[in-house]
């Protein structure tokens, strides 16, 4: 074969791809590609394996995934741990059993989720200053956490860990207090809602005189190991004689506490003011209740199982049909100094705070319920802070003397506010004031108890059916 007719015969075979050199190249270059992209499968592979291990330790992955749900309500790992430490959950669990502290924890969830839907049913939300508010104190817990940890020698984030397990951050305490303070909001919105007429204030007693108080004092004459059953019973008869002789000579429980002093050194009686019949103890309830007592009268019950012998000194008794006042209050103080003193200048502060306040409220829909939150959040009166602020059975002279003013003033009507300045030995202040209503002290009682029950029997109607439905990641909840 001449050369021409072998060059004619390899470019033709170049041409149809059957060239030896040619397919061993080509076969060379395809084995080099598809090493190259198992390597970089195999590459890809390793990195989101690493990527799916990291993002399944990070706290993010904490805060997205679902460990439950409650009625509408979907909590994360992250939340559902923060809600057990901050409640005391491992305490709890300690003292009274994990079953019993998990049942603790699922009511809580099961509340928050159903006042959350009442209060975006009624159309609630929360106002900047309640938001402001909730950031702050966010912001507050955050540092301390920051605090603790550096006091232990390690990081913020390692303590969080500690505490709460991954994905507990600010951004998270902040959302979950904002959830805790709404579904307050609507439980406020709930109870400010319940009213109840004269009738059925009256109703509530089952007789007209189960509405009435009693002043008593009473001293139990025991019988032991130096005193027999006999000893006390004559010590008791002693007692009541000498107190038969003196009774007019001055106060009766004077008189009593000045016998007993004598005959039992060391002795007095214990007095008991504006008692309910049924919180008088059932051992003397009837003789205590009867309406035959008199003032002033010394009465005795021995006890059948010979334990001792009861003196009972009836001191008075009322229908409590004395008006009381319902009202409403946030407290601003003063800061004092060193010497305890306040200044104008601290005085001046306070007030202001407090009027920012009453226009912050005044700015919204000036709602007693929105009353009751602001006083939830920013009162400094921690006796009454929790349930908003309020003082059911407010008496005249009960109260420091702008305060009283305030609640006793003529033509007094729901909803009336002002800011009086207030000062005793404990602190000095503006409190900003919110007037409800005046009641005979009877019908007052009555309220309170009807509102206390129909809130309980609302809570439980709205809780009822939640119970819990765990997600796989519920795994992922701290121990």
């Known amino acids: 074969m001449s050369a021409s007719t072998e060059r004619k015969n390899r470019l033709a075979a170049r041409a149809a791809g059957t060239d030896k050199k040619q397919l061993a190249a080509q076969e060379a270059a ?37 460990a439950e749900t409650v009625g509408n309500k979907t909590f994360s ?15 709890y669990a300690a003292y009274f059993g994990e079953e019993t502290a998990r049942a603790m924890l699922e009511r809580n969830l099961a509340e928050i989720s159903a006042q959350l839907d009442y209060a975006k049913e009624q159309g609630l939300s929360l106002s900047t200053v309640e938001k ?3 950031s702050q104190r966010a912001g507050q817990q955050m540092d301390q956490f920051a605090d603790i940890a550096k006091e232990n020698g390690v990081s913020t984030s390692t303590y969080m860990s500690y505490v709460f397990g991954s994905g507990v951050n600010e951004r998270l305490i902040r959302s979950i207090m904002e959830d805790s303070v709404l579904a307050q909001k609507g439980w406020f919105h ?22 009435d108080s009693f002043d008593y004092a009473v001293f139990f004459v025991a019988s032991n190991e130096e005193r027999t059953a006999l000893e006390a019973r004559a010590t008791a008869q002693a007692v009541w004689m000498s107190y038969q002789d003196g009774k007019d000579e001055d106060e009766p429980l004077t008189v009593l506490n000045d016998i007993l002093a004598e005959e039992l050194p060391g002795s007095a009686a214990q007095s008991f003011t504006g008692r309910a019949a049924g919180s008088v103890d059932e051992a003397y309830r009837a003789w ?20 001792g012998v009861y003196l009972l000194l009836f001191l008075g008794r009322s229908d409590n049909t004395a008006p009381v006042v319902a009202v409403r209050h946030i407290l601003i103080k003063a800061e004092a100094d060193e010497n305890g003193a306040y200044s104008d200048e601290a005085k001046d502060a306070a007030r202001q705070r407090a009027e920012e306040l009453l226009a912050a409220w005044e700015a919204g829909d000036k709602t007693e319920a929105d009353f009751a939150l602001m006083a939830y959040l920013f009162s400094e009166d921690s006796g009454s802070s929790g349930n908003g602020g309020l003082y059911s059975n407010v008496t005249p002279g009960q109260m420091v003397e702008e305060f009283d003013a305030f609640c006793f003033a003529e033509g007094r009507q729901y909803a009336d506010t002002a800011i009086v300045y207030g000062e005793s030995g404990a602190y000095a202040g503006y409190h900003i004031m919110f007037y409800v209503e005046s009641l005979p002290a009877r019908q007052a009682t009555a309220r309170d108890a009807l509102r206390s029950a129909d809130m309980t029997a609302w809570t439980t109607e709205i809780t009822a059916e939640l119970t819990p439905e765990y997600h796989w990641a519920y795994k992922l909840v701290k121990k």
């Open 30 to 66: 395809e084995k080099s590609r598809k090493t190259r992209r198992k390597w970089i499968i195999g590459t890809v592979a390793v990195v989101l394996c690493i990527a799916l291990v990291l993002f399944l330790s990070s706290p993010v992955f904490y805060r997205i995934t679902k």
């Open 77 to 91: 790992p992250a939340e559902v741990n923060y809600y057990k430490a901050s409640s005391g959950y491992s305490t």
């Open 132 to 134: 402001d508010e909730i």
């Open 190 to 211: 709930r109870y400010c809602g319940l009213q109840y007429s004269a009738e059925e204030l009256d109703a509530y007693y089952a007789n007209p005189e189960d509405a």
């Open 288 to 307: 205590i209740t009867d309406p035959a007592r008199t003032e002033g009268e010394l009465g005795t019950i021995e006890q059948t199982d010979g334990s």
